[in-house]
Every structure is written in C-alpha cells, then in structure tokens.
C-alpha cells in the first residue's frame, strides 16, 4: 500500500493535517541559505541567495500558497529514512520497498569566496538503488512568501524557467517536464543503478544538465565538508553529536560577512496556537558571540576571526550616544521593520507569520557581558586588533553611563522594562573581561575605573537579587522569579561552582522550573507581556548540564545530557524548544540550541576524564 508521504504533495496541500512535524526535516546549504527537506522529500522552506530573502518554497507556513519542490520515490514503504553522509551536509532520504529502493540526494555547492556572484544551487539527485523505481517530481514555486505571480516556462532538452519581477529560477532536469498549476510536475522510472538530475539556480542561465555535472558538483561538496570538519580537535565523548552540532552551526554562518543567523526559518510557533512566532534569520550579537566560543573549543578559528571583524564594523558605527544593536541583518543593517504576512495560515494554522523582528528596537544590556568574554577567549589564540580594542573600547564607556537602566533583558520580554539580574551579571562579566584583556596584552584602559564598574555590578546582583527568602537570586530585584538563565553563573566564573548561593539556585531552578530534565527559561506569569504558553528552552537543559557539572554533580549531568540527547530529531538537530509531546518547537534548527550542546559535551566530557 502507498504511504500518504509519497507522491507530488497532492495529500499535503491544502489541509493542516498535512503538515509535517518541524523535527521531520534536514537542512542543506551553501553559506549563504539553506533548505528545509522534509522526510518525504520535499522541500518546504527556501529563501534564495540569502537566509532572510523572501520565500521561493514556504510550504511549511502555508501549504496550499507557500510554494514546495518534492521529489520521491513510489515504493510500498512503511517510512522514508534520512540521514546525512558521514562527516558532510549532504542529505540522504532513502525510500524503502519490498521490491525497489529510491534514493534522494540534496545538498547544495558551498561557496567560500566572497568576490563576484555565487552559483546559488540547490542539486537533487533520484537514485534507482534496488530494482525498477518510479518517482515524482513537482515544483511550484511561491515568489516573494506567495505574494508575487510568475510565468512558467517549459523548455525542451533543459527543463523550467520560472521568472517573476523579484528575479528568475531555473530548473534544469534530465527528465521531461509537463506545466501544472503554474509549476512543474513529472513522473519517471529508473532501473537500478541509474539516477536522475534536478540543478535548480536561483537567476542561472537557461542549458542542460551537463553530462558528470552533478558528480562533480557532489566530490567538491562532499570534500568541502569533510576538510571542514577535519579541523576538529574534539575526540571526545558524543564525537558525532558534537561534530553534527558544528557542521549545523557552519550553515547558519553567512560566509561573505561572517555574521551568524539565530535560526534559518521564521514564525515556526513555540506553541501551537499562540502568539509566540518569531523571524529568526538575523544576526543576535548576543548568539553569535557564545558561537565564537564554542566552535573555538572544537578548534574552528576562521568562523571566529570573520565574527570579530563583522564585530569591529559593528561597534565602529555605533556613536557615543547610541547603543550598538543587539541584531543585525546579515550584511550589518539594524533595519528590520517587522511586518505580519496576513495572507498565510501558518504552521498548522498557527498564526501571525511574522517577517522582521520587532526586538531590534530594543535595549538589552546584556550582550556587552557576551561580546567581551568571546573577545577575551578569542585573544588566548589570536591577538586582536588594536582597532577592534578601540571600537569595543568605546561601547563600554556607552555601557557605564547606562547599565543601571531597565531593559527587556536576554529573553526579550515585550512587557515592561526592568532591571533583570543577568544584564548586571553580564556588565560585570564585560568590565571583569575587559580589565583581564588589557592587563593581558598591555593595551591602554581606564583599567581601575573598570575594577570599579565590575565590582558595583557585581554587589547589585549579591546585594539587590538574591532573596533570603526564596533562597534563591531572582529575575530582578523585589520579584520572586526562577530564571535559568542565572544557571550561567559558574559557566563564567562570577560564582564558583559549589558557592552556596549558587547552589541553592541550582536547587530552586531544579525545583521549580525543570521537568523531566527538560529546562523551562522562565515561570509564565504574564510578566513576559504574551499571555501564551510554551515549550521547554532547549538552551537552559544544557546550560543545566553545565551547572551540574561544574557543581560536581556529574553523574547526574550525563543522565539529563543523554537525556536531551533522545528529544534531538533523527539527524541530531534542535529546533528552540521541545513540547509536552516531545515534539519539536520554535525556529528550527537554532544556533543557541546547538553552540549550548557544544559547551556541555566539552565541559562534561572533561570532568568525566578527570574522575
């Protein structure tokens, strides 16, 4: 019997049921954008040339307008089967039947230089790996999120062109096409061993598949990955899950300026039916710099050394009045009106689709503690800048004269402003950094008034945001609010890892805000200004793994690490959170998520050595 996955998405169009779970894709790309790839082969999210361009393929917020590209096989198969080549970012789907086996190959070509224009393919490929195989093939693309018509155009010996005002894409194929629906569509049969091309190019010329194109395309894909990945001096425990974790972060950096993406997709809700939709294809200087730090414990310093330049630009345009962003679009623009997308549905109905980040417009003090400390583990193997000193240099005079404000804080709370315990944490970790920086290398510093900045900072979070009471420090002074952000403390040693304040922390974040090792950020109080519910915080789980870790509680540690491990999808990605069903939440996959799991295997591993 045909499985309803099979086939050119006639069973998913057009009803929510059809949806699938966030956590059944993978993701390939070029350095530039990625791909979602659904289990059934289909593609159902896809923004050309940049991460944060407009949808060609959004089926995964609307699947009746949001556009898709499928391809897979016809067997009599219980499940398809995904999984990456060893060591790569090439995707495997392998549809399996009694009598034939279909395979599809994804991925598309990396493209490290920065001068002149980048190819911008996305290669599939159909496999006949045992016996006689039929496959289909569709795509309709959806320019501009589904707001912007198109022309198509079959031509012979070549394949479609689809040309809208936004710009054109060209699908070359091996197989004959016939026009459906505006789009593309084609049913086809391989014996075994022969495969089938698909090269879609987003503004590419108009000429066949070239005979060893793809082959060729595939060897320099596949070497790319894995020199890549051989600059890993990690051999430690969860080798792979580590080195999965990397390789997803390396795709969400956008090679021409460095910058780091928080999630490659928008609107994917944190719960079903809320409010909680977010774009997440931006910069947050705040992810990209615990980025820095945990690919650079791996051994990866050429994604750290673009940070820091695209960090020095940053912090250069910024004035003496005004704070630095905490987001950016990838080419260092701080515009990013956000917009709702009304005539879309969302995932599994759940709206608004949101394009653009309204937060950008917000003071979150915290992200000064983040930068310095990446700055200051950066500067142990590479020296930094003179310019790059002074550029940071001046953003912490702008931070003394206003880090006693109220802000919205790491978690973006759209309710009113205060003055959250983490952002004093953090200034103090800036000026504690900073003042060790300088010291180390000699660079010129008001080095005694930093003393001073850290030190005050330091006693506001002992003095004002603990709580005798609660035993316990608080999301800000006067509440009495768990937050698992404070779980960082000993992580950056503004508390030792069995000081007693701390301790009772771990105690009360344990108590109140964990669930079967699953780490909720937060109580939902309302204070949060949105009233919906959501998920548990991929993040805080592992940032709790540290905490029992360093509080010598490594037993335990690894029982909720390995733990965690189980809730990852089937290629050991994370979306942002995790629900009550074990299903995946949020924007999918999210940077936090994995430079956090990155952190904990290191950390974990080495304290297992040593016992």
């Given amino acids: 019997m045909e499985h309803s996955y099979a086939g050119a998405r006639a069973g998913r169009v057009g009803s929510s049921r059809a949806y699938l779970p966030i956590e059944e894709h993978g993701i390939v790309g070029d350095l530039r954008t990625v791909a979602l790839v659904g289990t059934d082969g289909t593609i159902d999210w896809f923004c050309p040339a940049r991460f944060d361009a407009p949808s060609l393929f959004g089926a995964i917020l609307d ?11 016809r067997t009599n198969y219980a499940r398809p089967k995904q999984r990456y080549l060893h060591d790569t970012n090439i995707l495997l789907t392998r549809f399996q039947g009694k009598e034939a086996v279909g395979e599809v190959i994804d991925f598309m070509v990396p493209e490290t230089h920065t001068a ?32 912007m018509s198109h022309d198509t155009e079959i031509i012979q010996g070549v394949g479609a062109v689809f040309t809208s005002p936004l710009g054109r894409a060209v699908l070359r194929a091996n197989v004959g096409l016939k026009a459906e629906d505006n789009g593309v569509a084609a049913s086809f049969t391989l014996e075994e061993g022969e495969t089938a091309d698909f090269h879609l190019e987003w503004n590419g010329t108009v000429h066949p598949v070239l005979a060893g194109e793809t082959r060729e395309l595939f060897t320099r894909t596949q070497d790319f990955w894995r020199n890549w990945l051989a600059q890993s001096r990690y051999t430690g425990r969860w080798r792979e899950v580590v080195h999965r974790s990397a390789l997803a972060l390396k795709l969400l950096v956008y090679h021409p300026t460095g910058a780091l993406i928080a999630a490659p997709t928008t609107s994917l809700p944190e719960e079903l039916g809320s409010t909680r939709n977010w774009d997440y294809r931006y910069s947050w200087l705040r992810d990209a710099s615990f980025t820095v730090y945990s690919l650079m414990q791996l051994g990866f310093l050429e994604e750290a050394a673009s940070f820091m330049d695209w960090l020095q630009q940053r912090c250069e345009l910024a004035t003496a009045e005004g704070d630095i962003s905490i987001m950016y679009t990838i080419d260092g623009s701080d515009h990013i009106p956000e917009e709702i997308l009304g005539h879309l549905e969302g995932y599994r109905g759940t709206r608004p689709v949101r394009i653009g980040n309204a937060a950008v417009g917000q003071q979150q003090l915290d992200v000064y503690g983040e930068i310095m400390d990446s700055v200051y583990i950066y500067n142990r193997d590479v020296p930094i800048s003179y310019d790059l000193w002074c550029a940071l240099s001046s953003r912490l005079d702008w931070l003394s004269r206003h880090w006693t404000e109220a802000d919205e804080g790491i978690w973006e709370i759209r309710g009113p402003r205060k003055r959250f315990t983490y952002s004093a944490l953090m200034t103090w970790l800036a000026y504690d950094r900073a003042r060790r920086l300088a010291d180390d290398r000699g660079l010129p510093a008001p080095i005694e008034r930093w003393r001073d900045l ?7 979070v002992q003095e004002q945001c603990w709580d005798p009471g609660l035993n316990s420090y608080v999301m800000y002074p006067g509440s009495q609010l768990l937050d698992a952000a404070l779980l960082i403390m000993p992580l950056v040693r503004f508390a030792g890892p069995t000081d007693p304040r701390f301790l009772a922390t771990l105690e009360r974040i344990s108590e109140g805000l964990v669930a079967d090792s699953l780490v909720h950020r937060y109580a939902l109080t309302g204070h949060d200004g949105i009233a919906d519910s959501e998920g548990t915080f991929s993040l805080c789980t592992f940032w709790y793994v540290e905490a029992l870790t360093r509080a010598g509680r490594t037993h335990e540690a690894r029982g909720v690490f390995e733990k965690m491990l189980t809730y990852s999808n089937h290629l050991g990605l994370f979306a942002e959170q995790i629900g009550s069903s074990g299903e995946a939440l949020g924007n999918f996959p999210q940077a936090f998520t994995h430079l956090a799991l990155i952190s904990a295997a290191v950390g974990l591993n080495q304290a297992l050595d040593r016992r």
């Fill in 63 to 73: 699947s009746r307008r949001g556009g898709y590209f499928s391809l897979n096989a």
């Fill in 454 to 460: 850290a030190a005050q900072a330091h006693r506001f």
């Fill in 116 to 147: 002149g224009q980048a190819r911008d393919l996305l290669v599939r490929q159909a496999r006949a790996v045992r016996g006689r195989t039929r496959f289909e093939v569709a795509c309709h693309p959806a320019f501009d999120y589904g707001r």
